[in-house]
């Protein structure tokens, strides 16, 4: 299934960029997601090709019943975005989010651009792919709402981080 989502920033692309790069920030979002414990690493600087991998235990509770049992009380997801070095008219980069010990995968874009009345939009535009006879549609929604809320919560974590 095709997953679009947005961030928008009130803050200039070298800023955003800057956060996105930064461990404290990045530990912030993930918590904002309902991690119950993570590990973050930002390996490479801002104002170059950087790549943040994060590995967060998320609650099964957004997990539809009938899968939970199959998955215990909580899962174990790794996401690596891989940043490539600054271009003119913004950055890109890919990200890959998987989940250990279930068959949900998802790989993607993402862009970030300067819209001209100087807000940062952040894109991220991936295929989630669930391989799991007769559930993959029902995993893939789920898989997709948890994607999307986990997105807002980085939004409203940036937004506060840029007014701080």
């Known amino acids: 299934m095709h997953l679009s989502a947005q961030a928008r920033y009130a803050a200039d692309l070298p800023r955003v960029v800057a956060m996105l790069a ?3 920030f990045v530990a912030a979002k993930v918590r904002a997601s309902g991690a119950l414990s993570q590990q973050v690493d930002v390996v490479g600087e801002a ?3 950087f790549t943040v991998t994060t590995r967060r235990q998320m609650p099964t509770t957004g997990i ?3 899968f939970r049992s199959l998955v215990g009380s909580s899962l174990e997801v790794r996401q690596v975005e891989a940043w490539e070095a600054p271009e003119p008219g913004g950055r890109h980069g890919t990200v890959v989010v998987e989940i250990t010990g279930a068959p949900v995968r998802l790989t993607g874009t993402m862009r970030l651009v300067t819209e001209p009345d100087g807000t940062t939009v952040h ?14 549609a029902a995993v893939e929604d789920a898989t997709a709402t948890a994607v999307r809320d986990a997105v807002a919560a980085e939004e409203r974590v940036g937004k506060a981080w840029l007014e701080a």
């Open 47 to 49: 104002e170059g090709a």
């Open 123 to 136: 894109h991220l535009d991936g295929e989630l792919k669930a391989s799991l006879p007769l559930f993959a």
């Open 64 to 66: 539809p019943a009938q």
């Open 22 to 24: 930064d461990e404290e």
